[in-house]
Every structure is written in structure tokens, then in C-alpha cells.
């Protein structure tokens, strides 16, 4: 059983930061890409920010710039830290990794935290 849980989302004014984290727990044996989506209401959910186990990032054009993506691997934890928000940012923000459970080999799944309302208003 693998579980993701999002904290650090809530209400922000235009121009303000915000940082998220998810952590992941339970039976991990590897944790590959792990990333960020969000759906505001009435669209999509689109993804916004991703990163592989080594390092590597890519962006939502939308938010290149002003959001940043990061790790610590040995937590199993992702962050995002979110600065010049924008009343458009507003949206439920979801964690998603890709994780082998034990015992390996195991195949990779895909994982999903709750969800964090993320909202930026005046």
C-alpha cells in the first residue's frame, strides 16, 4: 500500500508564494518521476511541473519562471514552491508519482495524492 499526502496549499493574494509538499509512504521500493497537476473548475486537469529521480525538470508554460520544482529523495517527498501567483493559479493541485512497490522486481505504478486547494485572490 502506497499512500501520497499533500499539505501547504490554501489562500494567497496576486503576487504571493505558496509552497507544497507530498509525501509519499508505505511499501516503496523505487519512486521514478514524481510531479504536480492541477484542475481549476469546469477545465482539465493539466500538468503543471515534473521531475525524474535524477534531477531533471519541465515545466507548464504557464508557470515557467515562477514555479519550481524539487525533491528529497531520501523522504520520498516533492515540493513545489509556488511564487508570483496569479488569480489563473487557483485550482486543486494534485501529487502523482510513479512507484514500484515491494517486493521487487515489481512493475510501476501510478499514484495519486487528494489533492490541495491552492487559491489566489484579493
Known amino acids: 500500500q502506497v499512500q501520497l499526502v499533500e499539505s501547504g496549499g490554501g489562500l494567497v493574494q496576486p503576487g504571493g508564494s505558496l509552497r507544497l509538499s507530498c509525501a509519499a509512504s508505505?511499501?516503496?521500493?523505487?519512486?521514478?518521476?514524481m510531479g504536480w497537476y492541477r484542475q481549476a473548475p469546469g477545465k482539465q486537469r493539466e500538468s503543471v511541473a515534473a521531475?525524474?529521480?535524477?534531477?531533471?525538470?519541465n515545466y507548464a508554460a504557464s508557470v515557467k519562471g515562477r514555479f519550481t520544482i524539487s525533491r528529497d529523495n531520501a523522504k520520498n517527498t516533492v515540493y513545489l514552491q509556488m511564487n508570483s501567483l496569479k488569480p489563473e493559479d487557483t485550482a486543486v493541485y494534485y501529487c502523482?508519482?510513479?512507484?514500484?512497490?515491494?517486493?521487487?522486481?515489481?512493475?510501476?505504478?501510478?499514484?495519486w495524492g487528494q489533492g490541495t486547494q491552492v487559491t489566489v485572490s484579493s
Open positions: 508505505g511499501s516503496i521500493f523505487s519512486i521514478n518521476a
Open positions: 521531475i525524474t529521480s535524477g534531477g531533471s525538470t
Open positions: 502523482n508519482a510513479g512507484v514500484r512497490p515491494y517486493p521487487p522486481p515489481s512493475y510501476e505504478y501510478d499514484y
